[in-house]
């Protein structure tokens, strides 16, 4: 992942303001999207991927938002904007990550909203409405959930494995996506886990209850938010496959998928990745 940019006090009043009305748009789409939960028809995209009317829905609402409440922030996201244009600031938005769980009715899925600051993410929540948790991250700051508040006390920490502890390991749990559970195996003792939702493994990783997880083909706003949760936490992302952050001008994002683990550290990370083998 790209270095933290550097902020200002100018640059930090954005990130606090911005924060607020992220918060008022996770609170206004609660309700909306647990009307919708699990009542939904959903469309095949070309990507293989499912995209229903609540996840056209949350896109608009938080991009009419964005255009009202911050004019010069470009937005880009799964279902309309998918082009990083450049610029100081940019919201990277997953209206609902997870849709095939929100289709389903099962409970794993969330809204992911992260504003970047010159392509690098700097704030992510994570709210996971069903689950009635919210996730709040700002660089420099640290990572808390439940609080709206950054005290010590409530910041989330990650918890690592101690490697040379067999026991330990064979009971620590790691986050896979879909793609890695069906086309590999992972050749380490650790408790694999799918949830269907890659932003709730980066919140795992962060608050502890998953040492890592391991994601392929994932795009950005995909990660975005988790991103800022697990490296505010104290963890790490190793990218695989080149890293999503900092976002490049003219970039589509939909046309570059990601392989990346977060993990609570650079060893874990790396048992990660040197375990995988094709299945």
């Known amino acids: 992942m790209g270095d933290r940019p550097a902020l200002g006090a100018a640059e930090l009043a954005v990130i606090d303001a911005a924060l607020t009305f992220a918060e008022g748009l996770a609170d206004d789409l609660r309700p909306q999207l647990l009307e919708r939960f699990g009542r939904q028809e959903a469309e095949l995209k070309g990507d293989g991927t499912l995209v229903t009317g609540a996840d056209?829905?949350?896109?608009?609402?938080?991009?009419?938002?964005?255009?009202?409440?911050?004019?010069?922030?470009?937005?880009?996201?799964?279902?309309?904007?998918?082009?990083?244009?450049?610029?100081?600031w940019c919201w990277v938005i997953d209206p609902i990550d997870g849709?095939?769980?929100?289709v389903q009715g099962n409970h794993s899925w969330c809204v992911s909203i992260a504003l970047a600051y010159h392509g690098q993410p700097v704030l992510?929540?994570?709210?996971?409405?069903?689950?009635?948790?919210?996730?709040?991250?700002?660089?420099g700051r640290g990572a808390v959930a439940g609080s709206d508040a950054f005290a010590d006390s409530d910041r989330l920490h990650v918890r690592d494995v101690d490697w040379k502890d067999r026991a330990q390991v064979s009971n620590?749990?790691?986050?896979?996506?879909?793609?890695?559970?069906?086309?590999?195996?992972?050749?380490?003792?650790?408790?694999?886990?799918?949830?269907?939702?890659?932003?709730?493994?980066?919140t795992s990783v962060a608050e502890g209850?998953?040492?890592?997880?391991?994601?392929?083909?994932v795009r950005s706003w995909d990660v975005a938010a988790g991103a800022v949760l697990v490296q505010e936490a104290g963890g790490v992302l190793v990218d695989v496959s080149?890293?999503?952050?900092?976002?490049?001008?003219?970039?589509?994002?939909?046309?570059?998928?990601?392989?990346?683990?977060?993990?609570?550290?650079e060893r874990t990370a790396r048992e990660i990745i040197d375990g995988l083998r094709p299945g």
């Open 124 to 139: 992510g929540l994570v709210d996971a409405p069903v689950l009635d948790v919210r996730y709040r991250a700002v660089a």
């Open 242 to 265: 080149g890293p999503p952050f900092p976002m490049r001008p003219g970039e589509d994002l939909a046309a570059h998928p990601h392989r990346l683990v977060a993990a609570a550290s």
């Open 99 to 102: 849709t095939t769980n929100f």
């Open 172 to 202: 620590a749990l790691v986050g896979l996506s879909s793609r890695v559970g069906r086309s590999e195996v992972l050749e380490r003792p650790l408790k694999p886990r799918v949830l269907g939702c890659e932003a709730l493994h980066l």
């Open 209 to 217: 209850s998953m040492v890592a997880a391991m994601h392929a083909g």
């Open 56 to 88: 056209v829905f949350a896109d608009e609402r938080i991009a009419a938002a964005v255009g009202e409440r911050f004019p010069d922030h470009q937005v880009v996201s799964e279902e309309l904007d998918t082009t990083f244009r450049g610029g100081t």
